[in-house]
């Protein structure tokens, strides 16, 4: 995942109206401190406010942990702050954590924990932790394999844009997992996927399209279009 200092980075223009002139000093010369690779610097000017109980200086802190390079990485301080930050209902910090509790980052590897972060977080609209549970029930990792109910994630994400999640729908769409065989509307997903990049996306709908008609190819081509210019409101 790779998420940049949130605030530090992304919100500096808002910090007055999110938490006051305060804070906004503070923040700033984190972010200062940050950019120029001094964190430790970054990390002493922030901790103060994250102790203070701000969720927003906890989430960054925890990133500043996670993002620098590996000799001064902390995986065990990155759990800690976005745990207290996912705490306070942070859903950035909640995938994070999952994330952690799912490839085993600063804690024993544990799929159940990731998917209690990822569903909170999914249940906040976050589209990266729709996918992420998506692929958890879709590879029964922390829980039953259902394909039903990775299709359920997988939609709410992909109609949002995610690739991944666009990618996957394809995929199950091609192999009737969870869903009913439908070659159309594979195509479809695999060519929104393909066409923000994912070049794996790509390769499936060429294989595909191989063994399509052409009738289908430009019904499916139709089904992208709309959907498309729809803002993914018209995918049926």
């Known amino acids: 995942m790779n998420y940049s200092v949130k605030n530090i980075i992304t919100y500096c223009f808002f910090l007055f109206f999110l938490i006051g002139e305060v804070l906004a000093d503070p923040l700033f010369d984190a972010q200062q401190a ?39 990485k902390n995986y065990q301080e990155a759990m800690k702050w976005f ?19 799912d490839q085993g980052q600063g804690v024993t590897q544990d799929y159940q924990e990731a998917m209690k972060w990822y569903r909170l977080a999914s249940l906040q609209g976050h589209i990266d932790a729709q996918f992420r549970l998506g692929v958890m029930y ?22 949002h844009g995610s690739s991944g999640a666009q990618a996957s729908l394809g995929i199950m769409y091609g192999q009737g997992q969870g869903v009913s065989k439908d070659d159309i509307r594979a195509y479809m997903w695999l060519d929104l996927a393909a066409s923000q990049g994912v070049n794996l996306a790509e390769h499936g709908r060429n294989l595909l399209a191989e063994k399509m008609t052409l009738f289908q190819i430009n019904e499916a081509q139709k089904k992208t279009m709309n959907c498309k210019n729809s803002d993914y409101k018209n995918c049926d």
């Open 34 to 72: 940050y950019l120029t690779g001094d964190y430790v610097k970054a990390k002493e000017i922030i901790l103060p406010l994250a102790e203070e109980g701000n969720v927003l200086a906890q989430y960054n802190l925890a990133v500043i942990h996670i993002s620098t390079p590996d000799s001064i």
């Open 83 to 101: 745990h207290l930050a996912s705490l306070q209902g942070d859903a950035d910090a909640q995938v994070w954590l999952g994330v952690m509790y």
């Open 138 to 159: 879709d590879q029964g990792q922390g829980v039953t394999q259902d394909y039903q109910e990775a299709i359920k994630w997988y939609r709410l994400a992909a109609e």
